[in-house]
């Protein structure tokens, strides 16, 4: 039972965040493109709040298209057809490190289409991040390992589960939210200097 539980959250991160980046790559470059954002800001909106309001819109419907609802099927079906116990508390924590995970590519991606203006480098980078996440990860040092989003995967399986934790699990945490903090400044700084 906990097997299936820590694969099924482990995949979920992997999937979530790859459907991230091939989604959303022409969020703001297909903007751009169509001369739709020139057409935006010229109205009475702001170029931060373009951006932002991407942000918002797809991430909320990340969490409840790719989240929510496969979680709480996976979570109900599992106390349905599984006799054994399923404490939420410890699965909503790792639906919540997905849900930090997601936000981590998502932000990357815009951030990566106010920097470029084809989808091919937007995707590519997104999903080569994504990708050393999940294959590399086992020849990358612990110690460099907590501080990037890809540990996020493990973290969230065994928290799923109850696993104990590697030293120094929280930095992944801190560094991920940095890390989104640091790309939403710099996509905010590059679409505030675009020429339209």
């Known amino acids: 039972m906990q097997q299936v539980i820590q694969t099924f959250i482990q995949l979920s991160a992997g999937a979530i965040a790859i459907g991230t980046v091939i989604t959303v790559?022409?969020?703001?470059?297909?903007?751009?493109?169509l001369g739709t954002a020139a057409w935006v800001i010229s109205k009475p909106a702001s170029r931060s709040a373009f951006i932002l309001a991407k942000l918002i819109a797809y991430a909320l419907g990340f969490w409840v298209c790719a989240m929510l609802i496969p979680t709480t099927?996976?979570?109900?079906?599992?106390?349905?057809?599984?006799?054994?116990?399923?404490?939420?508390?410890p699965f909503l924590s790792a639906v919540a490190l997905?849900?930090?995970?997601?936000?981590?590519?998502?932000?990357?991606t815009l951030a990566?289409?106010?920097?470029?203006?084809?989808?091919?480098?937007?995707?590519?980078?997104?999903?080569?991040?994504?990708?050393?996440?999940?294959?590399?990860?086992?020849?990358?040092?612990?110690?460099?390992?907590?501080?990037?989003?890809?540990?996020?995967?493990?973290?969230?399986?065994?928290?799923?589960?109850?696993a104990p934790l590697p030293p120094g699990w929280y930095l992944a945490i801190l560094s991920t939210t940095g890390g989104i903090v640091i790309m939403v400044a710099l996509a905010l700084w590059r679409f505030g200097r675009e020429e339209f």
């Open 25 to 33: 790559q022409g969020a703001i470059v297909g903007e751009k493109q």
């Open 73 to 89: 099927i996976f979570f109900f079906g599992t106390l349905r057809l599984v006799p054994a116990s399923l404490s939420i508390a």
């Open 112 to 162: 990566l289409g106010t920097f470029f203006d084809s989808r091919g480098p937007i995707a590519g980078i997104g999903i080569a991040m994504a990708m050393t996440g999940l294959l590399l990860k086992s020849i990358i040092p612990i110690q460099f390992l907590v501080a990037t989003p890809w540990i996020l995967f493990d973290l969230s399986g065994a928290i799923a589960i109850g």
């Open 98 to 108: 997905v849900a930090l995970c997601q936000l981590f590519y998502l932000v990357l």
